[in-house]
């Protein structure tokens, strides 16, 4: 069971929108900068939200993230079948002094 | 280009031992934290261990503490990891990961490697 709790999958059709939310506590979520890690089938997590709301260069205004007390959520627009893929959230955990991850989000694009 | 290649992976028994291995290049290593992060077949990630910058600071996670132990030397632009009485849910891809900071805590992931395998079974 995982620290950070995000729903195990979302759907939608091509060019709507999803958000993928994932729930904390003051321990991490709540006192520490969230990021986002998109892992498409077969390869390796590359990053794409860190500090809450920030997009690493090259990452399309598509992706945004937010966050608010001890939960955080990534918002993904004009969904495209590329976009298929496994969401992580994750952040530092005061308490347990680790770095955690959500369980992971299955995004299907139907 | 930012790379980190693993190596060091394979099918090893329970109970013994494993050294992982991480070349890094396209960016000044001494500056960063460095993390290894794992995955196992068909699930999640977990953080496994990060090092901070001079080595000074290192964590682990609770279900690797006291068997795993991460290194670095800046010198070469590597990062180990000692993996020992390996057990068979150890057995995941093992991803080099840098950090965006100075230290593992705090700071996001930026960059990560591919991956080596590491399977433990008898």
């Known amino acids: 069971q995982s620290v950070l709790t995000q729903p195990p999958s979302v759907s939608a059709a091509p060019g709507q929108k999803v958000t993928i939310s994932c729930s904390g506590s003051?321990?991490?979520?709540?006192?520490?900068?969230v990021s986002w890690y998109q892992q498409l089938p077969g390869t390796a997590p590359k990053l794409l939200i860190f500090?809450?709301?920030q997009r690493p260069s090259g990452i399309p205004d598509r992706f945004s993230g937010s966050k608010s007390g001890t939960s955080a959520t990534l918002g993904i627009t004009g969904l495209q079948t590329g976009d298929e893929a496994d969401y992580y959230c994750?952040?530092?955990?005061?308490?347990?002094?680790?770095?955690?991850f959500g369980g992971g989000t299955k995004l299907t694009v139907l | 280009e930012v790379q980190l290649v693993e190596s060091g992976g394979g099918l090893v028994q329970p109970g013994r031992s494993l050294r992982l291995f991480c070349a890094a290049s396209?960016?000044?290593?001494?500056?960063?934290?460095i993390h290894w992060v794992r995955q196992a077949p068909g699930k999640g990630l977990e953080w496994v261990s990060g090092i901070s910058w001079n080595s000074g600071t290192t964590g682990y996670a609770d279900s690797v503490k006291g068997r795993f132990t991460v290194s670095r030397d800046n010198a070469n632009n590597s990062l180990y990891m000692q993996m020992n009485s390996l057990r068979a849910e150890d057995t995941a891809l093992y991803y080099c990961v840098k950090g965006s900071g100075s230290f593992y805590y705090h700071y996001h992931m930026d960059v990560w490697g591919k991956g080596t395998t590491v399977t433990v079974s008898s």
């Open positions: 003051s321990s991490n979520i709540g006192n520490n900068y």
């Open positions: 994750g952040t530092w955990d005061s308490r347990l002094v680790a770095v955690i």
């Open positions: 396209g960016f000044t290593f001494e500056d960063y934290a």
């Open positions: 500090d809450n709301d």
